[in-house]
């Protein structure tokens, strides 16, 4: 099973800074199989971002991801009020169990 | 617009069988596959299992002998059965869709979760 630890695990900025976070794997993640999801309780948690870099239908440029192999980043350009919540990365390369990251809360500063 | 919806108790006894239902309103279950997921608190998601509109499953090594997933395609529904629960099962549970091969294992749509604690 492929563990993901997600770094760091609170990131208090305010809205228009940069927010980068990161996703490292225990073993290479094949294919760049590795998906980011942003989610507030209560709600249904979102698809941002699948293949490592692509973005899912409807979400906007200033959400992009980057990495292979161990090393994933989800970065958010300019932060606006709604992506303050905790967003989780999740692998699915390997056979399952496909495993998920602990999170990263992004908190108003 | 596609939605899911999960529902069920929101209270288990230990030892007994926790059963939910995932309703998928807007759309067909027909073409994908569909999963659970949990998140106990204070600790991260963990996918349990899914099932393939046709009826093939696959499950999470750390549950395979409590769980079963089953699909009603005429009501477009998907159930969870999760037996001899404990306090340890106690979680938010979420379902999702996803694609498959050769797309991808991702989860492009979920439920909002619904929380089952376990307490007698």
């Known amino acids: ?109 | 617009q596609v939605q899911l919806q999960e529902s069920g108790p929101g209270l288990v006894k230990p030892s007994e069988t926790l059963s939910l239902t995932c309703t998928v309103s807007g759309g067909s279950i027909s073409t994908y596959y569909w999963s659970w997921m949990r998140q106990s608190p204070g600790k991260g998601l963990e996918w349990l299992g899914y099932i393939h509109y046709r009826g093939n499953t696959d499950y999470n090594p750390s549950l395979k002998s409590r769980l079963t997933i089953s699909v009603d395609t005429s009501r477009d529904q998907f159930s969870l059965k999760l037996n001899s629960v404990t306090a340890a099962d106690t979680a938010v549970y979420f379902c999702a869709r996803h694609y498959g091969p050769p797309r991808g294992w991702y989860f492009d749509l979920w439920g909002r979760g619904t929380q089952v604690s376990v307490s007698s």
């Open chain 1, 1 to 109: 099973e492929i563990v993901l630890t997600q770094s760091p695990g609170t990131l208090s900025l305010s809205p228009g800074e940069r927010a980068t976070l990161s996703c490292r794997a225990s073993q290479s993640v094949s294919s760049s199989s590795l998906a980011w999801y942003h989610h507030k309780p209560g709600q249904a948690p979102r698809l941002l971002i699948h293949g490592a870099s692509i973005r899912a239908t409807g979400i906007p440029d200033r959400f992009s991801g980057s990495g292979s192999g161990t090393d994933f980043t989800l970065t958010i350009t300019r932060l606006e009020p709604e992506d303050f919540a905790v967003y989780y990365c999740q692998q699915y390369g390997s056979s399952p169990p496909w495993t998920f990251g602990q999170g990263t809360k992004v908190e108003i500063k």
